[in-house]
């Protein structure tokens, strides 16, 4: 018996995948980003997994917000396998020479003078103080300032014309303006937005960025050096910068989630199983820096092991209670593409501050429209 395994090109996994499972193609099981869960169960694409997980009986063992993460409408489609969180990091020596305390990093307002002092002291030598984001993933760096302020990118809503109760979008409220106005109190300090891709991870490894939002990948690119050595280089503060420090922060989560295409069955639950089985999955999450779902390994032996050898792992664990994920739902990715415009408008020199509760509304109308309601009817 083997196991045939084949890795598709990120840019064209989705469409692979829909490609793949639409024709009947036999694949015994399939690796899902988060984001793509609802759509294809609301496609017919997954197994419904509920009664093989209530027989197995260890949904308890997850962090809820990840296990929650694999339903759609109730029921379970995909098991959440490893996660990532996005935090702060900095290069210390730079913030030494501007003659910033990284403490000053945690709030808005200490953010935005730090940045502006950066950018004086560094931007001469060809360094950046710090950036914002221009890519497709724009909105994911956004979403955790939503979030920390209360607001959320979708809420369920009585009323919808054809399905009852359904998903209404919510970022245009008044947390969402708030939240935007950061963005753009950074693009008035001097923040530039940056739309090369992978500048979050070579630009600030090459150490032309001095402060960054980035993913727990980050380490990886220091990959060879002794975690202490990276930790007196780097440092990192496990939180997005918030309003006050009154406020609790947030963070997004990522991660991949293992599911079984509508037409294979027990065998495939068998090997996934065994796959997430804490002394089987452990040392491959170990080994490759990625953050567990399972609260047995977050909490055990993985986190002793691996705090001690990867670097701010149990900083980077420490984000996970109040981290945040993205809606299970069919129109997510639209979704996200009206919130990623509506952040370029603020990006573009002919916006300004009182534009962002315009640009969010006709961002929301938008998304209400590909959500089914019909607005005139129902209000926001």
Partial sequence: MFLEYQELPTNDTRNEFLRLMSNGTAIDFVSVDQIWLGEFASKGLLSNLTSSVDSWGRAPDWYQQHW????????????????????????KD??????????????????????????????PKGVNGTILFDTYYSQDLWFPYLWMLGGDIVRLKDGHPTKGTYWFPTYNSTEGIQALGFIKDQIDAGVKPDSLPASDRLEFAQKKIAAIIGGSWMPGFFAGQKSADIENMIGF???????????????LMGGW???IPASQKALAWELIEAILEPDILGPWIQQYGYLPTQIPLGQGLILNQSAAELPYYDSLISMIPFGNIRPSMPEYPIIAGHINEAIDQVYSSNSNKSSIETILNEAAIKSAHALGWLLGQ???
């Fill in 68 to 91: 929650d993460g694999g339903s759609y409408n109730g029921t379970v489609y995909g098991i959440w396998t490893w996660t990532d969180v996005r935090g702060l990091w900095y290069w």
């Fill in 94 to 123: 730079l913030l030494q020479q501007a003659q910033i305390d990284a403490e000053d990093l945690k709030t808005w307002k200490g953010y935005i003078e730090s940045a502006q002092k950066l950018n004086q002291q560094l931007n």
């Fill in 237 to 251: 503060i496990p939180l997005f910068p918030v309003p006050s420090l009154d406020n609790q922060s947030s963070t």
């Fill in 257 to 259: 989630k293992l599911a």
């Fill in 378 to 380: 129902h209000g926001s």
